[in-house]
Each structure stands twice: as C-alpha cells, then as structure tokens.
C-alpha cells in the first residue's frame, strides 16, 4: 500500500506530484487533441458536430461542474482523516458520499432522457426541428455517463487526499482513447451516433481506470448512507455553492451555444474547438499544479497556518503567471497556424480553420485569468470559504451575459469568446480580493509587478514570432512544414523567454528552479 501522507513542507512531494500530473496531462490531453482531430476529419465543422456538442452540453455540464466540486470539497475532509489517522471514519465518510451521489446521478440521468427534446429546444433555439431531433437522440445516448463520470470524479478526490494522482490524472486519457476507437471503428457506418456511443463507453472507462488505486490506498468500500454525519453533511452543504463557482466556464460555454445558434453554422463547433485548445495550458499547468497543492493547502488550513498559506498561494500564482502570460501571447500569434496544425484536415477545411481560428485569438486574452482563478478557488476551499468564488462567479456570469450580445454584434462568434476572456479575468480579481481578506500575506503587488515583468520578457520573443510568420508565411506551408515552423517557432520562443525571464530575475522562474526533487522547503 502507497504512503497516503504528503511531505510536511510538501517540497519535494509537491515537485514529484506536480511532474507526474503534468506528464500524464499532457498524454491525456493529447489524446484529446488526437480525438477532436479525428471528430474534425471525420464530421467536419457541420449541423450534425453542432447537434453533438448540443448533446454533449448536457451530461458534460453535469459532470464536469457536480464531480469536480464534490472533488473540491471532498479533498480537505479526507484529508484531515488520513492526517489524524482516522482512516475507518475516512472511508465511511466517502462511502456515505460516493452513495448519495450516485443515486442523485441515477435520477437526473432519468430525468435528462426523458427531458431531452425540451432541453435542447432551450439551450440551441436557432436549430432547425431535423437538426433539434439529431441533438436530443445523441443527449438521450450520452447522459448516463453522467453516473460514471460522477463517481469516477469523487474517486479522484479520495485518490488525490491519499497522496495519489497517477491514476485520476490517466483516466481522462482512457476515456479519449475509447472514443477515438469507437469514431474509427464505426463512424463510417454510424455517423454521429458512433460518436455519441463511444463518449458514453469512454466515461465508463474514466470510472474503472482508478479503481486499482483504490486499493493500494487501502480504501474499504462500505454500504454507508449516513445523511446525518456532521463531515457528511459539511461536503453535501457545500456542494451547491462550490457547483455554481466550478460551472462558470461551463456557464460561459452554454451561453455561447445559446447565442451562436444563430449566428454562421458552424460556430457552436468552432467556439468548443477553440475552447479546448485554449483549456489545454491550463489543464497542464493551472490544474496539474492546483491539484498538487490542493492537499498541502488543505492541510495548512487544517492547522490555521494563515501567514504559510497565503505566501504558498502568493509564490504559486506568481509562478504560473509567469508560465501562463507567455503561453497568452503566443496563442495570439499562432491561433491560425495552431487551428490549421491541429484541424484542418478531411472535412474540416479553411472555413473551419477561419471560424476556429478567429475564437482561438479572443480566447487567448483570458488564459491567465482561467488559470489564477482555478488556482486561487483551491486555496479558498482549503480554507472552506464557499462564498467568495459563488459571489465572484455570479458577478462574472452577469459580466459576460452583459459583453457577449454587444460583442457578438461587431465581432460574430469572436465576440462571444472575448466576453469570455474579459469575464473570467474579472472572476479572478474578485476571487484574489475576496481571498486576501484572509490571507494577508497574498497581496496584489508582487502579482501585478510579475505581469507586468512577464509581459516585458514576452516582447523580444513575441517580435520572433512576428518575423518568423512574416518571412515563412504559415498559409502557403503543408502539413509537415507547417508542423515544422510552428515546432521551430515555439522552441526558439521559449528559450528566448527563460533567458530574459532569467536576466530580470522575475520570481515565479526563480521559485519554480526550485521546486526539484531533494529541494526541502517552498
């Protein structure tokens, strides 16, 4: 059985733990590209990927926003078990969760299927009735996945409070890997049905990746439903206000459905496109690093070391700024030769490759501010403050519901993704004001001087790209060339940054050179 007890200072745990849940990110997450690549070659930007990502919204919504809250919540409690010791009560207290979710997964999967045509009318108005039809047979496929993503998610977070991340952080690449398989399989006879039936085996692969975790950890499975257990009650109280702070991207994504329903076709598809291309940096490093820290911040506030947990969340979000900034400015740069990289192949051509190019641009203005809030929402939950992420949320909620029809007016579906990016900014600055009324150690200054010190760094590498695009013009290039200049750009880019990152000794770089194996403190 593994150690289930982070290291005190968490230095070099959180180093270890941060490489592996980059590493296996990464593939995850490339197998997700690989997955939207083929959907792309094989469906094209179409009325029917439109009727799947309708479909998709619905069960993805649910467990995305339902599981990783009831992640969020879970970690500080199991947590605080293991530290003391308890683990009988640990695994009791799971169980009674894992249980009560379950069932209220069941009964909203029944309540989707048999509500599917009137949740799509709601969410995609603009659909014609053929194309409405097509969505509500693909949302009736795919929801009872909602039960094995659900539960797969609360795993992960007993996982993760033990110390393990390995298997939580693979999963998602096994869900990718089914359906890739099923649209290669059957797409030609099935069409987007096939599709529809691979998310639904995918999801059930995502549950039983981390059950062998499960039992290195020791965890015992009980028959448990103790609604009246005061931790039981504590996780199952705060899901509702922790659920409407994780669904604001989500919330964001609905939004532009609703909107972009009637705009050009197409747009639905090249808004979530685009999303997940821009969602991949802060899978990698936001998430990865959120995840690693999230135990060790939990358990800082387990001991009311306030001053410990705000200077951890300082140096943290410092240090992905740092990362964060750069990756902003060169997805502007690149969003057209990124989309024609990654899409533009089979059925998806240059109008697919415009559309998700143009939502791409806006989208990167707002991928510091995605990746601070989801940092900075987990040093609130280890604290269980609930109430500034919900009001930070709703605030930015209203600020998008406000930008995205005037936006939309001048810019089309790029409008839609900018009011996006303004918006999950503004969240992050509510959060980051709420959260230092606590911690008065995470004050503004040093965060802004490393934005602004980051910027600075980007120039010179942001004016390579500028040239390297300008003499090597990405549009006249194949694949294997394209794949070349962009690979070539970006390396080079890079090593520009760290060097003059280095030069003005901006202090997220200095802090991440230290967090190594065998470093012993933050």
């Avoid at 980059?22 to 997955?35: M, N």
């Avoid at 009137?118 to 194309?131: E, K, S």
């Avoid at 795993?155 to 939580?168: M, T």
């Amino acid at each position: 059985m593994m150690d289930d007890k982070p290291p005190a200072t968490a230095g070099p745990g959180l180093a270890r733990a941060a490489a592996l849940i980059v590493a296996l990110t990464l593939v995850s997450r490339g197998l997700g590209f690989l997955r939207d690549v083929i959907i792309a070659w094989a469906f094209g930007a179409s009325a029917a990927t439109d009727a799947y990502m309708v479909a998709y919204t619905f069960p993805y919504f649910l467990q995305s926003v339902l599981g990783v809250a009831l992640v969020t919540v879970m970690v500080p409690v199991v947590s605080r078990y293991l530290t003391e010791e308890r683990r009988e009560e640990a695994w009791s207290v799971s169980s009674s969760v894992v249980n009560i979710m379950a069932l209220f997964f069941a009964l909203v999967t029944v309540g989707g299927i048999l509500a599917a045509d009137p949740l799509v009318r709601g969410l995609a108005p603009g659909f014609d009735l053929r194309q409405a039809q097509l969505a509500a047979e693909l949302t009736r496929i795919m929801f009872p996945s909602l039960v094995f993503v659900g539960v797969g998610m609360l795993l992960s977070g007993v996982l993760n409070a033990g110390w393990q991340f390995g298997l939580p952080a693979l999963a998602p690449g096994m869900a990718n890997a089914v359906m890739i398989l099923a649209v290669l399989l059957f797409g030609s006879r099935y069409f987007i049905h096939a599709l529809a039936w691979g998310t639904l085996a995918g999801f059930a692969a995502f549950f039983w990746t981390q059950w062998p975790g499960l039992k290195r950890l020791g965890f015992g499975y009980r028959w448990r439903w103790e609604f009246r257990h005061p931790e039981v009650r504590k996780v199952l109280g705060h899901v509702p206000n922790v659920v409407f702070a994780v669904a604001v991207n989500q919330i964001y994504l609905a939004m532009n459905r609703f909107i972009a329903s009637g705009l050009a076709p197409g747009s639905i598809t090249a808004l979530d496109l685009a999303f997940r291309v821009i969602n991949l940096p802060v899978a990698v490093f936001a998430t990865s690093l959120s995840t690693a820290l999230f135990p060790a911040f939990s358990r800082q506030a387990a001991r009311a070391d306030l001053e410990g947990l705000g200077a951890s969340t300082l140096k943290s979000l410092c240090a992905l700024m740092v990362i964060m900034v750069p990756l902003s400015v060169a997805t502007a740069l690149l969003h057209e030769p990124l989309v024609r990289l990654i899409f533009q192949r089979g059925v998806f051509g240059s109008a697919g490759t415009a559309l998700t190019g143009t939502a791409l641009f806006y989208f990167s203005f707002g991928l510091a501010g995605l990746g601070a809030g989801l940092l900075l929402t987990r040093a609130c939950y280890a604290l269980a403050e609930v109430r500034v992420p919900t009001l930070a949320a709703l605030a930015s909620v209203g600020v998008n519901a406000a930008l995205s029809p005037l936006l939309a007016q001048s810019l089309g579906h790029g409008g839609l993704a900018l009011a996006n990016s303004l918006a999950a900014t503004v969240n992050a600055a509510l959060i980051f004001y709420g959260l230092s009324r606590r911690l008065p150690a995470l004050r503004p200054c040093p965060v802004l001087a490393t934005l602004a010190r980051a910027l600075g760094a980007c120039i010179l590498p942001a004016a390579m790209v500028s040239l390297g695009l300008h003499f090597w013009p990405a549009r006249g290039l194949g694949p294997a060339a394209l794949a070349l200049e962009v690979t070539l750009l970006v390396l080079a880019a890079s090593g520009l940054y760290l060097a003059v990152a280095r030069a003005m000794h901006l202090p997220g770089i200095d802090w991440l050179s230290r967090l190594r194996p065998g470093q012993r403190s933050w």
